[in-house]
């Protein structure tokens, strides 16, 4: 594909999917894929990249803790839904390395108590 041409798909037209922010799972806009290899059927959601609000905290110095069960390991873990975006003021008094972190629900908990703060 060149200067951003869609082809349409004989069987699905624009064949979108719907973008989901990798944090907290909202909504943030449409893709549109168009003929895919074997003119397959896009998929109806797809988890990639921040949603504005979510990408808000990480342009501005900040973080994104995002609290998973307790003993979930490796790359994606089985999120609660809950999580913080933490100023860069607190990422760094706390030595927080990295824009995105996951966080065991019994840490977060001690750490952030019971309520859900969401990124603005």
Do not use: W
Request: with cysteine.
């Amino acid at each position: 594909m060149k200067n951003n041409d869609i082809f349409l798909s004989p069987k699905h037209g624009l064949n979108p999917s719907i973008l989901h922010c990798i944090c907290c799972g909202e909504d943030y806009g449409i893709a549109l894929l168009g003929k895919l290899k074997g003119d397959k059927e896009a998929p109806k959601e797809i988890s990639q990249g921040l949603c504005p609000k979510c990408q808000n905290v990480v342009d501005q110095g900040g973080a994104l803790i995002i609290e998973v069960r307790d003993g979930e390991t490796g790359d994606n873990p089985y999120r609660t839904g809950r999580l913080v975006g933490v100023s860069k003021n607190f990422k760094e008094k706390y030595h927080i390395e990295h824009a995105l972190m996951y966080m065991e629900k019994s840490s977060f908990s001690k750490v952030f108590g019971n309520v859900t703060f969401t990124p603005k």
